[in-house]
């Protein structure tokens, strides 16, 4: 983190950038303002916060158990979900092997399980026809996506406020990397909005793997969801329709709606598919490790035995998922400062197909289910329960 905020804090980093060519004196005064204060904040981590780090990767079950549950608003069984997340990473990666002989057939016989799949991968980046070129191309591609699920699933698989119908996908004036979504304005004057931050000097993008992460920041993901709460004017307070997030209602709503891309039939392309399916195994992959680490559980075989820990941790990660080193690094960081966020994601996708399993067993349809569990906003995944599965139940339609 303090390297972040030194970049950012940098004379001719990120915020004298933003301005740039502006020619207003008070923005160039904001943006050495803004600079200076991330490098003061990169000063005081190293010299203030650094020294008080501890030498153990884990935090123990103590501390684990009130961080895991500030990001669900859930208790978990860390030792049941442990084994769970092994299992749904296996049958993710059956699933990707399945996906990979379509696409790489010359070499399903000859390649084995992770090995195919690299084969696949190879041949997903070797087709110009899924290969962007350039920033414009990048944003439009963006948005036409986004367009067409909107039109499709409106009306039909979801009750769309119209002012969500209009999510605008823009180019970040970050070079971070990574796609984030921001809500819209109270009023809806400003829209929502996907951003793609562009790693500087990156001029290429492949399409089978963001085609999922449209879908999981605009609809039925993060738009629908943080734009279904605003839009509840009546029923919500300001808190709850404009500030409040919980990871694993936030996050595991849009991970599941990648999932339900898939079924409702948006990614019968296999490069789609296997990369919303990438995805899903690196969120499980984390739910592995997050847990094993900080509850110093046993590691498996393939990373050595013995005792989870941070190398071990990296290890899982190089041989389960297809990140770049330094991305790599960046997560395996993030896991290790901020314990029990990471398997939010998966965590949460669990608790919302449960939800719908009971809601399907109770004569309701889909299109009701989400209706009901998205106007209520982002609440921990106990609460989400009781709303999504009321004692009353309503009438079938």
């Known amino acids: 983190v303090a390297a972040q905020a030194d970049e950012f804090g940098a004379r001719d980093g990120f915020f004298p950038g933003l301005v740039a060519g502006r020619q207003s004196h008070q923005l160039d005064h904001a943006a050495r303002l803004a600079a200076a204060a991330y490098a003061e904040l990169a000063g005081w981590l190293r010299a203030r916060l650094l020294p008080t780090a501890r030498a153990d990767d884990a935090v123990g079950p103590e501390v684990y158990a009130i961080t895991s549950r500030g990001f669900l608003g859930t208790r978990i069984d860390p030792g049941d979900t442990y ?63 986004s367009d067409a699920a909107i039109e499709a699933l409106a009306g039909t698989h979801f009750d769309i406020p119209e002012p969500l119908l209009r999510l605008e996908c823009r180019i970040a004036p970050s070079t971070a990397g990574g796609i984030y979504y921001t809500g819209p304005s109270e009023d809806f004057s400003r829209p929502g909005r996907m951003w793609w931050s562009v790693p500087a000097g990156t001029t290429a993008f492949s399409t089978w793997r963001e085609t999922t992460t449209v879908y999981h920041e605009g609809v039925p993901g993060h738009h629908l969801q943080i734009g279904q709460a605003v839009a509840q004017a009546g ?98 960081d993030r896991y290790l ?27 309701e349809n889909l299109r009701t289910f989400h209706a009901r569990a998205l106007e209520v906003g982002a609440v921990g995944l106990d609460v989400l329960a009781e709303a999504a599965l009321p004692t009353t139940q309503p009438p079938t339609h």
């Not at 300001?238 to 694993?248: A, H, K, T």
């Not at 400062?337 to 004569?363: D, H, N, S, T």
């Open 337 to 363: 400062g901020w314990p029990g966020q990471a398997i939010a994601y998966k965590v949460g996708e669990r608790v919302w197909l449960g939800l719908r399993e009971q809601a399907l067993a109770r004569g």
């Open 235 to 332: 029923q919500l307070n300001r808190w709850r329709r404009m500030g409040c997030w919980l990871s694993g209602h936030g996050e595991g709503w849009a991970l599941y709606a990648e999932r339900l891309m898939e079924e409702l039939g948006f990614l019968t392309d296999p490069g789609d598919l296997l990369g919303m399916l990438d995805a899903q195994a690196l969120r499980a992959s984390r739910v592995v490790l997050d847990i094993g680490v900080h509850l110093r559980l046993p590691a498996p075989a393939e990373v050595g035995g013995g005792t989870w820990d941070a190398a071990k941790a990296s290890a899982f990660l190089s041989s389960h998922t297809r990140l770049p080193e330094a991305t790599r690094r960046f997560e395996l």
């Open 83 to 145: 084994d769970w997340a092994v299992d749904e990473l296996a049958r993710l990666e059956d699933r990707m092997a399945e996906v990979s002989r379509r696409l790489a057939p010359d070499a399903a016989d000859a390649a084995p399980g992770a090995a195919l799949v690299d084969a696949a991968v190879a041949a997903l980046d070797a087709d110009p026809r899924r290969v962007l070129h350039g920033t414009d191309a990048l944003r439009g591609w963006m948005q036409d996506l």
